[in-house]
Each structure stands twice: as structure tokens, then as C-alpha cells.
């Protein structure tokens, strides 16, 4: 079976691009989550997904970031206008209502 | 947001030691994970925990729930050198079937010599 799936791998855009990160989670869960990591911080939440709705976003760092859920299959992070400090790898992860988030391989994202 | 500590932040063995680390928090949970991750790739979840005082193996992996549900801990024995990784633990303070945030640990490194 295919695990969370997430494109690009890498992405690397200059200072004020906007940037779309996209994730498809494995078939039949229902809960989808938006990670990012760094070394500063490690892992942290940024919005979690349940039956397509936007259940918690109060880890979304600002109104840069933006997050949508179209149907059960497909997800999008959005930054808008990006800023160097957004440098990150972005994870998106999913599960299927109960305690395990399968992680996908990460988007590495580069901003100059 | 809030983190969950974990001990020792990095360490380094020789194969075939035997490597412990422990996950620490001011709030209770229900539920206690602990993945793997690899570089360049996502965290794999390695073990779940339900019950203080679960011991739950998995393959060389032990881990253990906290009696005081505030603490988790995994052992590793006879290392390998495929053992190299990040191991974070994760605290859910949901129980049942829905989703409920993950709280994630700092992370230990660890790294294996021949």
C-alpha cells in the first residue's frame, strides 16, 4: 500500500514567492496533520484535518500560512508571501481515527 | 507549544550495546508512541503504549508506560549499526477513536560505531 504521499521532495523559491506544499493521505484515513520541523524547534503541529474539516490551526504560525482540505484524498499547505525564516522541512501525516499518524516523506523547503 | 523532554539528547555506542532514553512531561497522557526517524525521511512509529505500567516490546525495541502517565521509556538491546536515528516519543492525551494532537519530544540522537 502507498503511505502518505507529499510533492514536492524539495523546494527551494526566493524570499516573497508563494509556495505550495501537497499531500495526499493514505486511502480511508480521516485525520490529516501539517507538521513542520527544524532544529530550533523540532516538531511542531501546525493544523490537523478531521473528516476534511480544519479542527485545530492555533499551531499555524500566521496568516502567511494557510491550509485547505478539498476532499478526502488531497490536502495543500500554502505560505504566501514566503520568508527565509520559513525554512523547514514540512511534514504531512495521517491517521485513521485512531492513536497512529503515519508521517510522509517530507517536503525540505528552502526560501532565500 | 509544549514539548515533551527527552533524555539524553544524543548519544553514541558501540554495536551490540544495549541504549536507553526516557521521555518525560508536567502533563499526564493516555497514550505514549515512539518513532524512528531516518535521515531525510518521516517519522515511523515504532511502539504504542495504552496503560500505566505497560511494557510493550517490538522486535529488540522495549518500551514502557510511566506508572505516573507523565513519563515513557524505550530500551534498544544489542544495537545495530541500522539502529542510527532519531527516536522521538509522542504523548496523546486523547483516548478512544478520534484524532487528537500529538505532543512530540526533542528528540534522541543516536548514533552507532562498529
Known amino acids: 500500500d502507498a503511505g502518505v504521499i507529499q510533492s514536492p521532495r524539495h523546494e527551494v523559491t526566493e524570499m516573497g514567492q508563494e509556495v505550495t506544499l501537497r499531500c495526499k493521505p493514505i486511502s480511508g484515513h480521516n485525520s490529516l496533520f501539517w507538521y513542520r520541523q527544524t532544529m530550533m524547534r523540532g516538531l511542531e503541529l501546525l493544523i490537523y484535518?478531521?473528516?476534511?474539516?480544519?479542527?485545530?490551526d492555533s499551531g499555524m504560525p500566521e496568516d502567511r500560512f494557510s491550509a485547505k482540505m478539498p476532499n478526502a484524498s488531497f490536502s495543500t499547505l500554502k505560505i504566501q508571501p514566503s520568508e527565509p525564516r520559513d525554512s523547514a522541512v514540512y511534514f504531512c501525516?495521517?491517521?485513521?481515527?485512531?492513536?497512529?499518524?503515519?508521517f510522509g516523506p517530507g517536503t525540505r523547503l528552502t526560501v532565500l | 507549544g509544549q514539548q515533551l523532554n527527552q533524555s539524553p539528547q544524543s548519544m553514541f555506542i558501540q554495536e551490540g550495546e544495549d541504549v536507553s532514553m526516557n521521555c518525560t512531561s508536567s502533563s499526564i497522557f493516555n497514550t505514549w508512541l515512539w518513532y524512528k526517524q531516518d535521515p531525510g525521511e518521516g517519522p515511523v512509529l515504532l511502539i504504542a503504549l495504552y496503560k500505566a505500567g505497560e511494557l510493550t516490546s517490538n522486535g529488540r525495541l522495549t518500551a514502557q508506560f510511566g506508572i505516573t502517565r507523565k513519563d515513557s521509556f524505550l530500551n534498544i538491546s544489542a544495537s545495530i549499526p541500522s539502529d542510527v536515528g532519531i527516536y522521538f516519543c509522542a504523548g496523546q492525551p486523547g483516548v478512544g477513536g478520534t484524532a487528537s494532537k500529538l505532543t512530540f519530544g526533542t528528540g534522541t540522537r543516536l548514533q552507532v560505531t562498529l
Open positions: 484535518f478531521n473528516n476534511n474539516v480544519p479542527i485545530d
Open positions: 501525516a495521517s491517521s485513521a481515527g485512531t492513536r497512529f499518524e503515519y
